[in-house]
C-alpha cells in the first residue's frame, strides 16, 4: 500500500534577511499543493515571510559513515579560528 | 532462533558484529547523541520508535473529534475562532508526527491504513464523549496539561525529527491548556448553574487524565528499555505525579472539588497522594469498550472515504500537468 503523495521537504524564510531553514516536511499531489500545506501546516503562527519546498528525493545528503573522513580533517585546524592567535593586549582594533 | 546458526564460526563472528555495533549505539545515546534517520540502529530502536510516534500521531487527529463536536455551538465569536484554531494545530501536530514516524521507514499510507482498521492504538482519552461546553474547557486544562507533561521530556528524546517534532508542538500545546483554564476559570466565577457544569467536566474528566500517563510503573512493559534509550526521561508514575500536584492547586483556585475523596497532602513528601486508579476503565477503554471508540473510528473512516475523490483529482491534476512538463524537459 504504497499510493503516497510525493514528499516534500519545507524550508522557511522566517523574517526577511534571514536564510531559508529547513522546518519538516510534508506530501502533497503537485509544488503548488506543497507550498498551501507548508502554509498551513508550518506558518499559522507568522513564522514565515516565504517557503521553499524541494522533493525529498532531490535532496543528496552525505553518508553519516562517512562523517569522520569528511569532517575530522577540520578538527585539528584551530588556526582558521581568529582565538588561535595571541595579540598583546595594548594593541587595539584587531 | 541464533542457536543453530551459532554453530558456524563465521555467524559467531557476525553476532560479535552485532553486539559490537549495539554497544556503539549505546554509548551514542549514552553521550547525549541525537540519532538521525540514516544512522544506523537496532530494529528493536526503530519499532518501538514507529509504534510510539504513531500512537501519538493518531492521537492528534482522532483527538481533534471530541472537540471538533463543539466548535459550532461555540458560546461567543471569539471561543469559536480559538477551538478552531486549536483543533488545526491538532491537525498540525500529527502531521509532524507523521513525518517523523516515516523517517523511520513506514509510509504514511501504511499508518493511515492502520489507524482506520483499528489495529493501531491511539490515547484512550479521546474515546469519552464531550457533552456539554465546560468539557472543552476541562479538555484544554487537563487533557492538553497532561499532554504537556508528558511531552517536555520528549523534546529531549534521543531520536531527532522525534524530538525536534516535539520541540514545536509544545511551543503550541501550551496556548492549548491556558484557553481550556480559561473557559473553566470563565464557568466558575459565573452562575450556579455554570459552576455546576463546571464540576461536573471536572468529575468525568479527572480519572480519564490520570490515565493518560498509562499503566503504574510496575506493569508497564516498555518503561525500561525505553528509558536506556531516552526515548523516554521519566516513569508513567512520575510524570502523573507531576501532573497531579500541579494541577490540585488550580482546581482549588477554581474552587472545584477534585473528584478524589482519598485525595491527601503528604507534608513530609511534599506530594499530593491520591486515591487508587481503577485501571479496568483504562483497558476496558483500550481495548474498545469506551464510551466513543466505534464513533471515533467511524467518522476517521468517513473522512479518508469521503475524501476520496479530492485527493483522485488533485493526484490527475498533477500528472496532467506534470505531462507537458516531461515532454517539455524531453525536448
Known amino acids: 500500500m504504497n499510493e503516497d503523495w510525493v514528499l516534500y521537504e519545507v524550508f522557511i524564510r522566517s523574517r526577511s534577511g534571514l536564510e531559508h531553514k529547513h522546518v519538516g516536511s510534508l506530501h502533497a499531489a503537485d509544488a503548488r499543493m506543497a507550498i498551501e500545506h507548508a502554509r498551513d501546516t508550518y506558518t499559522r503562527r507568522q513564522e514565515g515571510v516565504s517557503i521553499w519546498v524541494v522533493r525529498s528525493s532531490d535532496i543528496v545528503a552525505s553518508d553519516p559513515a562517512e562523517a569522520e573522513e569528511l569532517f575530522e580533517p577540520a578538527r585539528d585546524k584551530v588556526y582558521r579560528h581568529p582565538t588561535f592567535y595571541a595579540i598583546p593586549e595594548d594593541v587595539k582594533n584587531i | 532462533m541464533y542457536t543453530q546458526a551459532l554453530d558456524s564460526p563465521a555467524a559467531a563472528a557476525a553476532d560479535a558484529h552485532e553486539r559490537d555495533r549495539l554497544e556503539r549505539f549505546q554509548e551514542r545515546i549514552d553521550r547525549d547523541e541525537k540519532i538521525e534517520p540514516k544512522d544506523w540502529m537496532p530494529e528493536a530502536y526503530r519499532q518501538t520508535l514507529i509504534r510510539q510516534i504513531a500512537q501519538h500521531a493518531h492521537s492528534e487527529i482522532v483527538g481533534m473529534l471530541p472537540e471538533g463536536n463543539w466548535i459550532t455551538r461555540a458560546p461567543s465569536l471569539r ?193 499530593y497522594v491520591p486515591g487508587p486508579i481503577d485501571w479496568s476503565e483504562f483497558h476496558a477503554v483500550l481495548k474498545g469498550e469506551g464510551p466513543c471508540n466505534r464513533e471515533r473510528l467511524e467518522a476517521r473512516r468517513a473522512a479518508h472515504e469521503t475524501g476520496r475523490w479530492v485527493r483522485e483529482a488533485a493526484a490527475a491534476f498533477a500528472e496532467k500537468h506534470q505531462e507537458p512538463l516531461r515532454a517539455a524537459q524531453a525536448g
Open chain 2, 79 to 271: 471561543r469559536k475562532a480559538v477551538l478552531i484554531a486549536k483543533v488545526q494545530d491538532e491537525g498540525g501536530h500529527g502531521m509532524y508526527l507523521y513525518s517523523a514516524a516515516e523517517t523511520l521507514g513506514v509510509s504514511r499510507g501504511q499508518l493511515i491504513e492502520q489507524l482506520l482498521s483499528g489495529r493501531a492504538k491511539y490515547s484512550s482519552i479521546f474515546n469519552y464523549p464531550t457533552l456539554t461546553w465546560a468539557d472543552i474547557g476541562a479538555i484544554g486544562w487537563l487533557v492538553d496539561g497532561a499532554a504537556i507533561m508528558n511531552q517536555i521530556p520528549l523534546c529531549r528524546c534521543s531520536y531527532g525529527p522525534y524530538a525536534r517534532a516535539m520541540v514545536r508542538i509544545c511551543k503550541e500545546e501550551s496556548f492549548h491548556q491556558r484557553q481550556g483554564y480559561e473557559i473553566m476559570l470563565t464557568l466558575s466565577r459565573g452562575s450556579a448553574a455554570q459552576r455546576a457544569m463546571a464540576q461536573d467536566a471536572l468529575n468525568r474528566w479527572w480519572w480519564p487524565s490520570l490515565m493518560m500517563f498509562g499503566p503504574s510503573d510496575a506493569h508497564s512493559v516498555h518503561t525500561a528499555q525505553s528509558m536506556r534509550w531516552k526515548i523516554k526521561r521519566f516513569s508513567n508514575d512520575e510524570l502523573r505525579q507531576k501532573f497531579i500536584d500541579v494541577t490540585v492547586p488550580q482546581a482549588e483556585f477554581l474552587g472545584l472539588a477534585v473528584p478524589d475523596p482519598d485525595l491527601r497532602w503528604d507534608e513530609s513528601a511534599q506530594h
